[in-house]
């Protein structure tokens, strides 16, 4: 027994003394904040545990999914794009990884990012009947029109978005206006968020697209629907992404792939930095959370990241070692 406390010592002492001298030589590290909140959170989550943690000198710079998928594949900078939606990169990303330029890591949202209609939970839970889609065009009122209250509603997405097609390419394909329902412009990112506020502030049936994680998902509970058929990809790409899709099918949305990449030389330099950035990874409803706190605190993506930390410890501290996370803690 003593021989066996007396190793697990030692080797928990070699542990830190290779932590260390590995965090030492971590060196200067470019990491991509994405212009859309959860990635931006997430690059400064990043920063604070790489700095505090392992004793990185960190830099954050301005990015976005092509500009900087191109600049690391090319140029080996940023060395870090915290998250990447590969979908949007994906054949080329796979000669680059094939090629020895970067490296994909763990998926960072562990559901992956979420399309779909969807409705307000407390009517899911009132009507347990309502599981798809289907179900829920069965009830138009339920979920009354805000022009027209006689009429079932299906909020679309704003003009110019690519869901603003499939909705309305899905809508069609389910014959919708033959159940009393219309399809809903709500004009802006404002309108579509307000409506569901709105609903949510009346109590009433609210109907449409959203996706995960957003701070609104976040902030109000909702409950997707499923369309009762699997996604069909070519189908998707063929008719249901197009506009005006003459023979549009039922179809469902393809869940978004989203992982951390890292240039070659990062994961050379990096030491036991890179056993983090294996292993860190958040689930939608987390996200969701922290994005719905940042806009109720008016917060910026540093402030939502010091907010994770000291709000989900449980969570983080299992993608680092233990004096790692005292590091991290002493630092907020």
Known sequence: MKKLLASTVLA?????????AQAADCGEV????MNWASAGVAAHVDKLILENGYGCTVTLVTGDTMPTFTSMNEKGE???APEMWVNAVRTPLDAAIAEGRLIQLAPLLLEGGVEGWWIPKFLSDAHPDIKTVQDALKHPELFPAPEDPSKGAVHNCPSGWNCQVSTDNLYRALDADKDGFTLVDTGSAAGLDGSIANAFEKKTG????YWAPTAILGKYEMTKLSFGVEH???DWDACTAVPDCPTPKVNSYPTSDVFTVVTKSFSEKAGVAMDYMKTRQWD???VGKVLAWMGENQGTNEDAAKHFLETYPDMWTKWVAPDVAEKVKAAL
């Open 232 to 234: 069909d990809k070519a």
């Open 30 to 33: 470019s990491i991509a904040e």
């Open 206 to 209: 609210w109907l449409g697209y």
């Open 12 to 20: 928990a002492g070699l542990y830190g003394f290779a932590g260390s």
């Open 78 to 80: 940023p060395d870090v």
């Open 284 to 286: 939608n409803g987390t």
